[in-house]
């Protein structure tokens, strides 16, 4: 073999490399653009979430907040209830208790 076709094949093997380097680097770039470009979708879908989830927390603690004024509302009201339901029970146990002596003293004032 002499130096020319040594020289012809040698370069006929390097342009071959090249293409395939070039080939490689292309198909990385391209790859490196897809993943980019999915990295930027999961970055929006984070931001998504994110904001959904910031949203979801601000209710629940409102209608954590309105809830616990309803009970507080709630409660005042019965404690009130019960205070007036107390006062009339003494009521009516004073009526029943003068009731009962009226009773006892019989009428005119003089026992039976």
């Given at each position: ?33 897809d ?37 507080q ?40």
């Open positions: 073999m002499s130096d020319d076709e040594i020289q012809r094949k040698f370069d006929s093997v390097a342009d071959l490399i090249r293409d395939i380097a070039t080939e490689a680097e292309e198909r990385h770039e391209q790859q490196m653009e993943v980019r470009r999915e990295i930027q979708r999961i970055g929006q879908a984070t931001e998504y979430i994110n904001r959904s989830l910031r949203r979801a927390i601000r209710l629940s603690v409102a209608e954590a907040r309105a809830e616990r004024r309803r009970r509302e709630a409660d005042e009201r019965l404690d009130n209830a019960i205070t007036r339901l107390a006062a009339a029970q003494m009521v009516t146990e004073e009526k029943l208790q003068g009731f009962i002596d009226s009773m006892n003293r019989g009428h005119n004032g003089s026992p039976q």
